[in-house]
């Protein structure tokens, strides 16, 4: 089993169809509209937009359970994030990262590590998961590495599809 074999349902609702993106590179993030760091979400559309074209996709995955920093429905979560980031990539439902509820999905995410060889619980918001094409998770970032930074993109560029 990898990340494209798991069940998640998109933002808007129905299935977000994580196996559509088998062979590409996937940018998990938790995200939250009320975070310090919710201003990474300019820097994720623009790492959607300039690497789109060749094998990646960004997935924000809004989660509520950092101080209740993403109390949005599903239709303000999207409002929030097309008016102020004028968002494109794909979003998913509301999910639990951490805990007895935490989604599967994170499930399979948390056990890499990150540069700190930190494992197992999501930090904060705005933590990034980087699946390679073959859906093993091939990176792992703090909530505090934007998506500008060298280490990212260097990742990244690694797991494109060739």
């Given at each position: 089993m990898t990340v494209f074999?798991?069940?998640?349902?998109?933002?808007?609702?129905?299935?977000?169809?994580?196996?559509?993106?088998?062979?590409?590179?996937?940018?998990?993030?938790?995200?939250?509209?009320?975070?310090?760091?919710?201003?990474?979400?300019?820097?994720?559309?623009?790492?959607?937009?300039?690497?789109?074209?060749?094998?990646?996709?960004?997935?924000?995955?809004?989660?509520?359970?950092?101080?209740?920093?993403?109390?949005?429905?599903?239709?303000?979560?999207?409002?929030?994030?097309?008016?102020?980031?004028?968002?494109?990539?794909?979003?998913?439902?509301?999910?639990?990262?951490?805990?007895?509820?935490?989604?599967p999905l994170y499930a399979?995410?948390?056990?890499a590590p990150d540069a700190?060889?930190?494992?197992?619980?999501?930090?904060?918001?705005?933590?990034?998961?980087?699946?390679?094409?073959?859906?093993?998770?091939?990176?792992?970032?703090?909530?505090?590495?934007?998506?500008?930074?060298?280490?990212?993109?260097?990742?990244?560029?690694?797991?494109?599809?060739?």
């Amino acid at each position: 089993m990898t990340v494209f074999d798991i069940e998640i349902d998109a933002l808007a609702g129905g299935s977000a169809r994580l196996d559509a993106y088998r062979g590409r590179a996937l940018l998990v993030v938790n995200v939250a509209s009320r975070c310090g760091l919710t201003p990474q979400y300019a820097g994720l559309q623009r790492l959607y937009r300039e690497y789109a074209d060749r094998g990646l996709v960004v997935l924000g995955v809004p989660c509520n359970q950092f101080a209740g920093q993403e109390p949005g429905t599903a239709e303000e979560i999207s409002d929030f994030c097309q008016v102020n980031y004028g968002v494109t990539f794909p979003l998913t439902e509301k999910v639990d990262v951490n805990g007895p509820h935490r989604h599967p999905l994170y499930a399979e995410l948390v056990d890499a590590p990150d540069a700190d060889g930190h494992t197992g619980d999501v930090r904060w918001n705005f933590e990034k998961f980087l699946v390679a094409p073959d859906g093993t998770v091939a990176a792992r970032f703090a909530p505090t590495v934007t998506p500008d930074s060298p280490e990212l993109r260097e990742a990244i560029e690694k797991t494109l599809p060739a």
